[in-house]
């Protein structure tokens, strides 16, 4: 054994050693499982070795103010691996540093959820490339700066996947790896309290094998089949795919759907303490083999189910998670004019441990789901049910005023519940305003962008743009027209990169450019300034304005307050800061931090000017 990885190895055995052995009981497995470990770190190569090493060295590296992601289907965004490789320098003209690449693993056509259903963890769709095309670009884009994230698809694997096919036949040691079940008996049972993820798409959470004259859980689509975590030749299995991956040149693993990885009979088979225990083996896995490499939880629920996935400080489990809450409640806060529940939330967040870092965002290849605190809304007079009708209804154009274009998601007429899918810029109004030719609802749909792209920037964590959004992209209708994507309205958000618009990014006369370069300098000032690291203080101000929302950030005696008007009418926001002059980065102007006019949709960046404290 060398060395480094002998002391790694000694660090976790003894608590990875108690929870495997309580979650399976099982030595012979655990040996294995330790085998294959120090194989995987034998196999891995010395420029990632070399990259472990100074990530360990330095383990706040993701928690600086320098890291911007974008995520993307390579296929949507450059054809294929190499097509990405060649696109490098736009993704650097673009300030991103971390590209998440949306699932590219082989997956049935017309089966696979937009590549979350894997049929081979080690085989790269033919055509997206090869495995060697992924090492290749992970060292390019490594040579650059540039992270590398993907998806780790965990709870369930394709009906292609081999195992799928032996279980299938009848093979029942592959059958343990799954749920089968002879009858609907016990499948009844779950279904009493399981709730359903795709109710319209994909209803009920099991599925009948006619050929193999069994039921078989699948949560997600019936294509989709749940992986048994209770067998821990799985739970081996999965982990060597992970590290196989992980040994590619991957700098970050989301774990996709993380929170259903474990299933008990009258539970909701969501967020059991197993799954944590298993995410923190995972942990202690990647910490032993690839410390260079970040664990990034897709957890999407409330924020008392999120923030448990970060672990304990001393037992760590992920090291992001999405700050999925906060991204609803900016778009509730978009219909409704009203910062209230938002601030709450971001008040919420902020008292959380600085160690935890969130990934910020807008939205990102799934829909918008109405996960607010309807019990502080209840209090403010609104009705669940009715408010998440009118936030559909106001993201699809009908009510109050609203200039934005998208589509309902998983609409349940049973619960009358839905999630709603748009582009950024189409929720913002650009596409109704370019569509209809109207300059002034332009100017001001551009400004609402950049507005709710400068306040994302001023949260604590890392902010991740969706590839496209940096330009305006708007709703793509012609998934319509793909029978393999028409039942699925997620893909109206999923449109191929449009090359031709993309040109326009430096002509300020276009959407494209005013876009482009307003983010340009929102981000090239988020890079500058040393208040906008993740553990930096961060807090609220009242502004006594219900439209206006004031972000305060501070570290090492520097002090940075954002103003962000989410309403189409000019504002006063009535802060009264009374330590000094202010200087607003994005305009340059002096100004003093007391009674602010802030124009429809506009936002300011003001750093304080002398030193002094808060
Ligand atoms: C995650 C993905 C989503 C997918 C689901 C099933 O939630 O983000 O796109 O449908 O997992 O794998």
Excluded at 457 to 481: A, C, H, R, W
Aim: glycine share 8%; proline share 3%; aromatic share 12%.
């Amino acid at each position: 054994m060398e060395g480094i990885y002998k002391i790694r190895f000694q660090r976790h055995f003894e608590e990875l050693h108690w929870l495997y052995t309580e979650l399976y009981n099982n030595d012979s497995m655990f040996a294995e499982l330790c085998d294959h470990l120090e194989q995987f770190y034998r196999e891995r190569n010395d420029g990632l070795k070399a990259r472990d090493k100074a990530r360990e060295e330095e383990p706040h590296w993701y928690r600086q103010n320098d890291l911007l992601g974008m995520m993307f289907y390579i296929d949507n965004f450059a054809g294929n691996m190499k097509g990405v490789k060649e696109k490098l320098s736009y993704i650097e003209k673009c300030n991103v540093n971390y590209i998440h690449l949306m699932p590219f693993l082989e997956t049935p056509k017309g089966r696979s959820d937009g590549g979350y259903a894997v049929s081979d963890f080690r085989k790269v769709q033919e055509s997206l490339g090869t495995m060697e095309d992924l090492e290749d670009l992970t060292a390019a884009c490594h040579r650059k700066g540039i992270n590398v994230c993907m998806d780790f698809v965990m709870n369930h694997t394709s009906e292609d996947h081999e195992w799928a096919k032996k279980a299938r036949q009848g093979d029942g040691e592959y059958q343990s790896r799954y749920f089968f079940f002879r009858d609907f008996n016990e499948p009844v049972l779950y279904e009493r309290t399981v709730p359903q993820v795709f109710p319209t798409t994909a209803p009920g959470n099991f599925t009948w094998l006619e050929d193999a004259k069994h039921f078989v859980m699948t949560s997600f689509y019936p294509y989709q089949w749940d992986l048994n975590y209770k067998n821990p030749r799985v739970f081996n299995e999965m982990m060597y795919n992970f590290l196989y991956l992980a040994n590619q040149g991957i700098d970050i693993i989301r774990i996709d759907a993380v929170p259903y990885i474990w299933k008990e009979l009258n539970t909701q088979c969501r967020n059991l303490p197993q799954v944590h225990t298993i995410v923190r083996m995972m942990r202690m896995i990647s910490e032993i083999v690839c410390p260079g490499v970040l664990l990034l939880g897709e957890v999407v629920m409330e924020p008392e189910k999120v923030a448990p996935y970060f672990g304990t400080l001393e037992k760590p489990e992920c090291h992001m998670l999405y700050n999925v809450t906060t991204m609803a409640t900016t778009w509730h806060t978009v219909a409704t004019r009203d910062v209230s529940l938002l601030k709450k939330q971001l008040d919420i967040v902020n008292t959380l441990p600085r160690e935890y870092v969130f990934l910020n965002y807008l939205r990102c290849h799934d829909d918008i789901g109405w996960g607010l605190d309807y019990g502080t809304l209840r209090a403010q007079g609104m009705e669940e049910r009715a408010h998440k009708q009118y936030l559909n209804d106001y993201f699809q154009g009908y009510a109050g005023n609203s200039n934005s274009r998208g589509e309902l998601y998983n609409a349940d007429p049973v619960s009358g519940d839905a999630r709603f899918c748009g582009t950024t810029a189409s929720m913002c109004g650009i596409e109704k305003a370019g569509f209809e030719g109207d300059g002034a609802a332009m100017e001001r749909a551009v400004r609402m962008d950049l507005t709710l792209h400068a306040y994302m920037f001023m949260q604590s964590g890392i902010p991740v743009l969706y590839g496209g959004d940096e330009m305006g992209q708007v709703n793509d209708y012609t998934y319509k027209e793909d029978p393999d994507k028409r039942a699925d309205s997620r893909y109206i958000h999923r449109g191929a990169m449009n090359w031709e618009l993309a040109k326009r990014i430096t002509d300020l006369d276009t959407v494209e450019g005013k876009l482009f370069q307003g983010l340009d300098r929102l981000e090239k000032i988020r890079r500058q300034e040393k208040v906008f690291v993740s553990y930096a203080d961060a807090y609220t101000i009242e502004t006594w304005d219900s439209s206006v929302l004031c972000i305060g950030r501070e570290f090492e005696g520097e002090k940075l307050i954002g103003l962000f008007n989410f309403s189409e009418t000019d504002r006063t926001a009535w802060i009264h800061e009374t330590d000094g002059l202010y200087v607003d980065l994005l305009s340059g102007r002096e100004m003093e931090a007391s009674g602010v006019d802030i124009p429809a949709y506009g936002c300011f960046y003001l750093k304080r000017k002398q030193e002094g404290s808060r």
